[in-house]
T-cell receptor, first 116, second 116 residues
């Protein structure tokens, strides 16, 4: 079955530590996204990538970093510079933007990060 | 910039009764509108979308949504609610990212609670 796999599902981190969240997709989608979800705030875009070896900052990129070395993979690193990292992180993908692309995103199951 | 408002944090409805979850939007140009559903500690699942055409859009699990251009609304509806419909519902509007690509801007979500 095609889909998006995020790991780990739950992660605990001590303050000052970097942590990397994995996102892998086998939908053959060009575009991938990372969103952060906080209670009562909806989803906010952290980073996105339209194609391999290219990515752009979203609305709340400070304290985060990403890479896109393979089409299937878009890992997110939460660095120690992120002031409030405890949140639910969602990875998504879509076909590349174009006239045929109506914008639907496909989401993974999420990773819940807790900073102790 | 595009935006979405979901004015109700929570909607309570009795099983078997019709339900409505409200959404209003603001966007330049023609709106591409979406509804997603999220169950606890899970990713978002696509329900339906409005791109163009008929103002009444039918989606998954018996849900439908009514697009109203003059009121800039896209309310989610279901004729007969089920307890299993209890979840967090997000409205989203498509925007265009710098350099192309889709950005979905999400509302803050509405918790639907269906009771026996």
């Amino acid at each position: 079955d095609g889909g998006i796999t995020q790991s780990p599902k739950y992660l605990f981190r001590k303050e000052g530590q970097n942590v990397t969240l994995s996102c892998e997709q086998n939908l053959n989608h060009d575009a991938m996204y990372w969103y952060r979800q906080d209670p009562g705030q909806g989803l906010r875009l952290i980073y996105y990538s339209q194609i391999v070896n290219d990515f752009q900052k979203g609305d709340i990129a400070e304290g985060y970093s990403v890479s896109r070395e393979k089409k299937e993979s878009f890992p997110l690193t939460v660095t120690s510079a992120q002031k409030n990292p405890t949140a639910f992180y969602l990875c998504a993908s879509s076909i590349r933007w174009g006239t045929e692309n109506t914008g639907e995103l496909f989401f993974g199951e999420g990773s819940r990060l807790t900073v102790l | 910039a595009q935006s979405v408002a979901q004015p109700e944090d929570q909607v309570n409805v009795a099983e078997g009764n019709p339900l409505t979850v409200k959404c209003t939007y603001s966007v330049s140009g023609n709106p591409y509108l979406f509804w997603y559903v999220q169950y606890p500690n899970r990713g978002l699942q696509f329900l339906l979308k409005y791109i163009t055409g008929d103002n009444l859009v039918k989606g998954s699990y018996g849900f439908e949504a009514e697009f109203n251009k003059s009121q800039t609304s896209f309310h989610l509806k279901k004729p007969s609610a089920l307890v299993s419909d209890s979840a967090l519902y997000f409205c989203a509007v498509r925007g265009i990212l710098t350099g192309g690509g889709n950005k979905l801007t999400f509302g803050t979500g509405t918790q639907l609670k269906v009771e026996l």
